[in-house]
């Protein structure tokens, strides 16, 4: 982890730094000595909603009907894409993860004449697959229901 504490408002100081100012930071100084920091604990969550950020750099087709995801098994378009990030900073280290969903929607669906039902109310194995060469990309086993 890299820490910057700017002697005058940070707000200006990251308003002005530059990738050079970033890279110098992190190569002018040894971190290989010693030091003792002192900061508070912390964790930060952010949650974001892509659809507009993707749109923006020209993603569109895969947001509408007209969308193309060969392979899939189905007829789908995204309605959504969200990323969340958490950092947590305390005496024992830090923890960062990060995961993206996409939220397909089908086009159209067909009503059925019988309808499937699945009901998890003992353990049971979950797995994606991937439709295309039908091999399992995740397998998990849920055993505690409660």
């Known amino acids: 982890m890299a820490l910057i504490m700017p002697h005058n408002d940070i707000d200006e100081f990251i308003s002005q730094m530059t990738e050079n100012d970033y890279n110098n930071m992190l190569t002018q100084y040894d ?3 010693e030091a003792y920091i002192a900061m508070p604990k912390f964790t930060v969550e952010q949650r974001i909603n892509m659809n ?8 569109n087709k895969a947001f509408s009907p007209q969308a193309e995801f060969p392979g899939m098994g ?13 950092v947590i900073v305390d005496e024992e280290g830090t923890e960062a993860a990060a995961a993206t969903v996409a939220i397909m929607t089908l086009k159209s669906a ?14 049971f194995i979950f797995m994606i697959v ?3 060469n039908n091999r399992p990309l995740f397998t998990g086993v849920i055993k505690n229901l409660d």
């Open 52 to 59: 507009a950020i993707l749109q923006a750099l020209g993603i």
């Open 130 to 132: 991937d439709n295309t």
């Open 110 to 123: 067909m009503p059925s004449d019988e309808p499937f039902e699945f009901v998890a109310d003992k353990p």
């Open 74 to 86: 189905m007829d789908l378009y995204l309605s959504s894409v969200i990323h969340q990030a958490k």
């Open 31 to 33: 971190y290989q000595s």
